[in-house]
């Protein structure tokens, strides 16, 4: 079966860093993705790993480590309109189809 | 254009009624997908189509109905619903190979 987990609820302070944590049991495994969704819009893409390491991308970085199934995004320099969900998503290597992880849910406090 | 749009963003039907929604996509993506998602839970798989045939069906009821008339849309007709049904309707397209999905905004429905 597939098992993604994730903490459901963080809190963090305006301008501090956060990192929010991912491991999954799966099937197969092809790629690992980080989607950013707020309230009532749709999931935005924020990251891509399929090889272990880290890979930054302005204020946001997400790192891998396949042998352990595990999985971070890194928020630095933290914001209000990062208040969201953040959702970690496998390829299971079943064919285009991603499975989901029940989501983190970000609130950023002044 | 990296959009996805879908129609209409907000549904309201009654469980007799039979109604569709609409994606569409100019990116070249030969896969899309339907996703249901209910208040504060992750998006749940419910179709593929992979060049324009249903590839994966997630064990959906039959009273929500898959269409790909061409590469760019992607149609999900709908009749008689149950109250339960009643939630945000996303639908999503990528590279086929290649799982970076790109969402629309979504159809919120409500089934009364």
């Known amino acids: 079966g597939q098992n993604i987990d994730q903490p459901t609820e963080m809190t963090a302070t305006e301008g501090a860093i956060v990192q929010i944590n991912c491991t999954y049991q799966?099937?197969?495994?092809?790629?690992l993705f980080w989607y950013q969704q707020h309230a009532g819009e749709a999931p935005t893409f924020l990251s891509y790993?399929?090889?272990?390491g880290l890979e930054e991308k302005g204020r946001f970085s997400s790192f891998l480590s396949r042998s352990k199934g595990y999985s971070y995004l890194l928020l630095k320099e933290l914001q209000m309109k990062d208040s969201a969900s953040y959702l970690c998503?496998?390829?299971?290597?079943?064919?285009?189809?991603?499975?989901f992880g029940g989501g983190t849910r970000l609130m950023v406090k002044p | 254009d990296t959009e996805v749009t879908q129609t209409p963003k907000h549904l309201v039907m009654g469980m007799t009624n039979k109604k569709s929604l609409k994606c569409e996509q100019h990116?070249?993506?030969?896969?899309m997908y339907w996703y249901k998602q209910k208040a504060k839970k992750p998006p749940e798989l419910m179709f593929v189509?992979?060049?324009?045939?249903?590839?994966i069906n997630e064990s959906v009821p039959s009273r929500f109905s898959p269409e790909c008339p061409n590469s760019s849309l992607l149609n999900l007709h709908l009749h008689a619903l149950q109250p339960e049904d009643s939630a945000l309707y996303l639908c999503?397209?990528?590279?086929?190979?290649?799982?970076?999905?790109?969402f629309g905004q979504g159809t919120r429905l409500t089934v009364v």
């Open positions: 999503a397209s990528s590279r086929q190979g290649y799982t970076e999905a790109f």
């Open positions: 799966t099937s197969g495994f092809n790629g």
């Open positions: 790993n399929v090889l272990d």
């Open positions: 998503a496998v390829d299971n290597n079943a064919g285009n189809m991603l499975t």
């Open positions: 990116m070249g993506h030969r896969a």
């Open positions: 189509y992979s060049y324009e045939k249903l590839s």
